[in-house]
């Protein structure tokens, strides 16, 4: 199968499991696979068909989980807990990802997925830059593994989230 393949697979499922403000359009997530800090990770069914993903950032002090998927149809199966649990086994850094805060039962039942993997709410104020021309910033928090962050921790983290994902300046 190619990667062009497997990349459209990806982004249909991306499609239906995360709303415009939380995804980029085709063509910049597509252009995202020639940058070597940004890694996808792939479960297949038995035909080869892509039906779950993990992307993600490496950086030099941590990686950053941007989006992790199944396949609507085949979702509460484990493939996510799985996927996840396999990438924070092999990092030796810490591993930061962006939820929801917490105040409906969806975005609860999220943060709570990612706490019975050993995530850490943090409580500093954070915000998604766009990720599309004409959006507005986007309200989350970050949750990090194997432990919370420092102030000075999350500041830096932000820093480079901002710049290197995100493309903006750092506030």
Do not use: C
Not at 1 to 13: G, H, P, Q, R
Not at 83 to 89: E, W
């Amino acid at each position: 199968m190619s990667n062009f393949t497997t990349f459209d697979e990806i982004f249909a499922i991306m499609e239906v499991s995360f709303p415009p403000s939380e995804i980029r359009t085709y063509e910049d997530q597509r252009a995202l696979l020639a940058l070597p800090q940004y890694r996808l990770l792939t479960e297949q069914d038995a035909d080869g068909r892509t039906i779950a993903f993990l992307a993600a950032w490496e950086f030099a002090a941590f990686r950053f989980v941007e989006h992790i998927a199944v396949d609507p149809q085949i979702r509460g199966g484990g493939l996510g807990r799985k996927l996840m649990t396999r990438y924070i086994g092999q990092s030796p850094k810490p591993v930061l990802l962006e939820v929801e805060p917490p105040v409906g039962e969806l975005e609860q039942r999220r943060v709570g997925f990612y706490e019975r993997l050993g995530f850490h709410l943090n409580s500093y104020d954070y915000v998604q830059p766009p990720l599309r021309k004409g959006q507005a910033d986007l309200p989350l928090q970050i949750m990090t593994y194997p432990g919370p962050l420092t102030a000075e921790d999350f500041r830096s983290f932000r820093a480079v989230l901002y710049t290197e994902v995100y493309k903006v300046i750092p506030r």
